[in-house]
């Protein structure tokens, strides 16, 4: 057989969840609102990818939300010594544990 080159093909391990977390989560992912600002970091979400998913490269990212665009918010994330702009859903989004600290 062939090996196929699919989109998510190389991302199987990263956009595998544990046994007892499968299925779709908490509403409380969905009643988070973000401020611009913050510091979140990016996580995908295997069980949300009909809205917003970003692409492998940027999980497990920290990014700035710069603002609101429809359901889903712009982040601006560093990648090398280039930035880019993220339009990402909330359920992919956890705010970052130093930035709750401060």
Known sequence: ?????GYRNKCR???RKKVRERGLGSIEKHLIEYKINDKVDIITDPSQHKRGMPHRRY???TGIIIGKRGRCYEVKVKLGKSKKLLIIGKEHLRLNPISIEE
């Open 59 to 61: 999980h497990g990212r």
């Open 1 to 5: 057989m062939t090996l196929h080159k």
């Open 13 to 15: 391990k990263k956009h």
